[in-house]
DNA sequence: CGCAATTAGTTGCAAGTGAAACTAATGTCA
DNA sequence: TGACATTAGTTTCACTTGCAACTAATTGCG
């Protein structure tokens, strides 16, 4: 009863090698998801980050998105840039600091978030349905471990800046 | 002693987000393993695939490495343009269908093959190291059911054609 | 203080991407 | 057979992306 585990063979068999395997079901999930955000909001999923982080913590700095959600500078920059052109959000200038500034999101983008929430718990709640929650348990818990050891062994530059 | 997995609840973190999570973790995943195919090898992950493909099974058509690698028609065409450039791979004119060409490693192709194969087990050994064989065997049960869905959550157009 | 180093955020640029249109060949069906 | 539909693969085009360079502001340190 071999595991069919990744395990050290000379076979590579690409469809069980799991950096393509999670490549694979992300895009997928992007995919579906990214359709929804676009089709109902006219956003992408760069816009859906900033804005759910928004919605989550409140008043943030570009950085502090960002870090939170794993993007690239340039990306959040652009996003929020976007974001506001379409009165999403807000920027105020911190008078602490005037290189970065506040952003928040305005009463329409507090309702993009409001509309968006649940149609984002029902895709993920639909997506996991019927699977025992100890499973489910088990393979956040992995997941969490090779997204840490992952972020390491992708070395000091993730998509984020440092 | 509440589960922290994924529910229809009205709260949304992101962080926790399953989508947005095999997002990250499949991008660290590329960022690390693109690093070492380029710096050694002069590859990217798209021409990577094909030549894993071809070193599993073979003489194979353009439109099978899309399917088996889950890449969209205009990424293997360029990845195995790319690759017949380079000297890692021919192809070979199918007559009985003269649309298709059959395309298999050089080689030259086949020792890069033979060269990245050990590293790419080599990188998922050292990722997974550590975890209990059980956990990983439920971690990747549950990873095919979530591909299997989110094949069709993405609906009828993945990335490869159809 | 004053000058070098750091940091927040933006922009130019070159590369990679997928959708759609296209070419050429094959299949279908009357 | 002949016309229409389908398929394999390529190309064009518009868009996204990340890196590097940049600006402006702040920090650190002599």
Known sequence: MST????TQDLLHL???LPYRLNVVGSF???A???IYDERFGIGIPE???IAQLGEFGRLTSRDIGELSQMHKTKVSRAVTELEKRGFITRSEN?????????ALTAPGARIYAEIVPLAL???ARWTEGLAPEELRVFERVLSILTERGRHLAG????NER
């Open 4 to 7: 069919n585990l990744p395990s």
């Open 15 to 17: 469809e069980l090698f």
């Open 29 to 31: 999930a992007s995919r």
């Open 33 to 35: 998801l990214g359709r």
């Open 48 to 50: 859906w980050r900033v």
């Open 95 to 103: 008078r602490q600091d005037r290189r970065e500034s506040f952003i």
């Open 122 to 124: 029902a895709f993920q």
């Open 156 to 159: 000091t530059y993730h998509e």
